[in-house]
């Protein structure tokens, strides 16, 4: 049940409500078709457009506990392109499905780290790239919050850690991830001084291919 209306009439003469939303303000029940706010008795608070006495549209949620929502909305629950907020600094932007974490999307962690990737039913699901705050970076697929299938962890300099399969976010078992360019014949070892040259031929013999994203990154 609503608790009380906390718009009035000077939202409306003030224009404010009009800058907010191309809708009419909301006077009176049920809500449709219009722009108002409400507090709920659970100490919940929207305010932005209703569709059938409901939250349809954009809007910005705010819960009790502090929690911060900014986007669309669909008979009451977060669905498409939507920003949320914790009080611990932790913050979501991407898609929302039903109220939860599903499509595109990106989380910043307060404690530094990074995901940016695709997300099903709240979780990491899918393929992602999670730049830890200390450097180093995953990259590959994700099933339920854990790094499961193909993926490479790289150092802060690029170079890479491990490449291959992991399951449940431990890496079990070393494989070498083709490049999504053509092949290009490996340059076989030589005898040189030159240090690009010996990192060059370092990089191929770790198994990278010339002209690769890896092989780029292994020769910074």
Aim: with cysteine; net charge positive; charged share 20%.
């Amino acid at each position: 049940m609503m608790k009380k209306i906390l718009f009035s009439f000077c939202l409306l003469i003030s224009g404010i409500t009009l800058a907010q939303s191309y809708l009419p303000a909301c006077i009176s029940l049920p809500f449709n078709n219009c722009y108002g706010e409400w507090k709920y008795d659970d100490g919940n608070k929207y305010i932005g457009e209703w569709q059938n006495n409901q939250m349809n549209g954009q809007g910005t949620l705010t819960t009790r506990d502090g929690e911060k929502y900014v986007g669309q909305l669909k008979d009451g629950l977060r669905n498409g392109q939507g920003t949320n907020q914790w009080l611990s600094g932790d913050k979501y932007v991407g898609q929302y499905k039903d109220n939860k974490r599903s499509g595109q999307g990106t989380f910043i962690f307060s404690n530094g780290d990074k995901y940016v990737g695709q997300w099903l039913n709240d979780y990491q699901n899918g393929q992602g790239t999670y730049t830890f705050s200390n450097g180093n970076k995953y990259i590959g697929q994700y099933k339920d919050h854990k790094r499961n299938g193909l993926g490479t962890l790289y150092s802060p300099n690029g170079s890479i850690i491990q490449q291959g399969i992991w399951s449940d976010d431990k890496f079990v078992q070393s494989q070498s991830i083709s490049p999504t360019i053509d092949p290009v014949v490996p340059i076989p070892p030589a005898i040189t001084s030159n240090p690009q040259d010996i990192k060059r031929q370092k990089c191929i013999r770790l198994g990278l291919a010339p002209g690769s994203t890896d092989f780029q990154q292994c020769m910074n």
